[in-house]
């Protein structure tokens, strides 16, 4: 089945510590995205990246880094400058910038 | 600055009580709309991408139309499995994707 994988769905961190966020698509897509999504808030865009080895800010990228590697994968890793990192994270994925993105499952990340 | 804003926030219809939800935008150089559905835990599961003005698409019980300002979700004869929240979004000219709040739409048998 084609579709976009995060893992892993639960997630508990201690503060200072970093924690990486997977997500894998094999829907041939060039463009991925991280979002976060706090209750009653719509979804922010963390970071975004239209090809391989390169990526760009989003709205709110301070305290998270990313990679990209591979066409397949855009991990997210949230580091301990991240004041408040206790959301839900959202990966999505679409064929050009200017297309219908399509999302995975979701992360919910804790700090405890 | 592209802003969107969802109307109701919260919505409970009786199951067959047809109504509208609104996502008013501004958006500098329209690339398109999108409306989601989302299912508490889930991620967002697309329903509509809309281009320009005057345009509408529809699937099941749900229709979408859109204007210069605003787009509506009209969802006629609901059923409780239409219970979900619907997002909107627009892509303006920067590229990126700028969520609304979204309404919570509760249909009760």
């Known amino acids: 089945d084609g579709g976009i994988t995060q893992s892993p769905k639960y997630l508990f961190r201690k503060e200072g510590q970093n924690v990486t966020l997977s997500c894998e698509q094999n829907?041939?897509?060039?463009?991925m995205y991280w979002y976060r999504q706090d209750p009653g808030q719509g979804l922010r865009l963390i970071y975004y990246s239209q090809i391989v080895n390169d990526f760009q800010k989003g709205d709110i990228a301070e305290g998270y880094s990313v990679s990209r590697e591979k066409k397949e994968s855009f991990p997210l890793t949230v580091t301990s400058a991240q004041k408040n990192p206790t959301a839900f994270y959202l990966c999505?994925?679409?064929?050009?910038?200017?297309?219908?993105?399509?999302f995975g499952q979701g992360t919910r990340l804790t700090v405890v | 600055e592209d802003q969107v804003t969802q109307s109701p926030e919260a919505l409970r219809l009786q199951e067959g009580e047809s109504s509208s939800l609104n996502c008013s935008y501004t958006?500098?150089?329209?690339?398109?709309l999108f409306w989601y559905r989302q299912d508490p835990g889930k991620g967002p599961e697309f329903l509509f991408t809309l281009y320009s003005a005057g345009e509408e698409k529809e699937k099941e019980r749900l229709k979408a139309t859109l204007t210069k300002k605003e787009s509506f979700l009209h969802i006629t004869a609901p059923k409780p499995e239409d219970s979900a929240t619907y997002l909107c979004a627009v892509q303006g000219s920067a590229r990126q994707l700028t969520f609304g709040s979204g309404t919570q739409l509760t249909v009760l048998p």
């Open positions: 958006v500098s150089g329209l690339r398109g």
């Open positions: 829907l041939n897509h060039d463009a």
């Open positions: 999505a994925s679409s064929s050009a910038l200017n297309t219908e993105a399509f």
